[in-house]
């Protein structure tokens, strides 16, 4: 087998499956986490691509702030966009006030959102949705944690005589947070370099 195309592949998949959410078909973001979990993911009995390729200590592109251990609320991926008449979620792509390079299993376990005593990793967000929601797998069991992400951090409050009168939570969490892991990955240039890496 020629890790070297599976790698190619994979890449590919992210950037397609990117460019389908980016045009609306916003689901594609599960396929960019069956992807991650394929470069990303080892354990007992499945050994990730990179790890494959001998690629332990290569870094990938963050773009969220570490997070301090008493923060009860943070919402590194998916940056709540306030208009005029609404609340939207959104990746931040390039706009992200944060571009650090990190190791590769630190960036897998970095803490990218916290709602109370909830801290999901990037790792966490993409074994949910590989796993139970269709990108691998479909499991209708998820954790309490992965529901909330999916349910909603964020809400748009209604308002009426100055009273709140209707909390509609904005769903999707989940989905804005893969879009941009997969802006991530694709603008990592130690990743995009082994991808033609000759020693391979």
């Known amino acids: 087998m020629d890790l070297r195309e599976q790698l190619r592949n994979q890449i590919s998949f992210i950037r397609t499956s990117c460019e389908g959410y980016d045009r609306g078909q916003v689901i594609e973001a599960i396929r960019?986490?069956?992807?991650?979990?394929?470069?990303?993911?080892?354990?007992g009995r499945q050994t990730s691509l990179l790890t494959q390729l001998g690629a332990k200590q290569i870094r990938i592109l963050s773009?969220?702030?570490q997070v301090h251990?008493?923060?009860?609320?943070?919402?590194?991926?998916?940056?709540?966009?306030?208009?005029?008449?609404?609340?939207?979620?959104?990746?931040s792509l390039g706009?992200?006030?944060?571009?650090?390079?990190m190791p590769r299993?630190?960036?897998w376990q970095q803490v990218v959102s916290v709602v109370g005593s909830l801290r999901a990793s990037r790792k966490d967000i993409?074994?949910?949705?590989?796993?139970?929601?269709?990108?691998?797998?479909?499991?209708?069991?998820?954790?309490?944690?992965?529901?909330?992400?999916?349910?909603?951090i964020w809400a748009r409050v209604h308002y009426?005589?100055?009273?709140?009168?209707?909390?509609?939570p904005i769903r999707g969490t989940?989905?804005?947070?893969?879009?941009?892991?997969?802006?991530e990955v694709l603008n990592s240039p130690e990743l995009i370099a082994l991808t033609n890496s000759p020693r391979l």
């Open 32 to 43: 960019v986490a069956a992807a991650l979990r394929v470069l990303f993911h080892d354990t």
């Open 105 to 107: 299993l630190e960036w």
């Open 174 to 183: 989940q989905l804005v947070c893969l879009r941009q892991m997969g802006y």
């Open 95 to 101: 706009d992200a006030a944060t571009k650090i390079p």
């Open 69 to 91: 251990p008493n923060v009860v609320f943070f919402s590194g991926m998916s940056p709540l966009r306030i208009t005029s008449t609404n609340g939207t979620v959104r990746a």
């Open 63 to 65: 773009t969220v702030a």
């Open 126 to 152: 993409v074994l949910g949705a590989a796993n139970k929601e269709g990108g691998a797998h479909v499991d209708p069991q998820m954790s309490k944690d992965y529901r909330k992400l999916r349910e909603g």
């Open 160 to 168: 009426q005589g100055g009273r709140e009168i209707v909390r509609e």
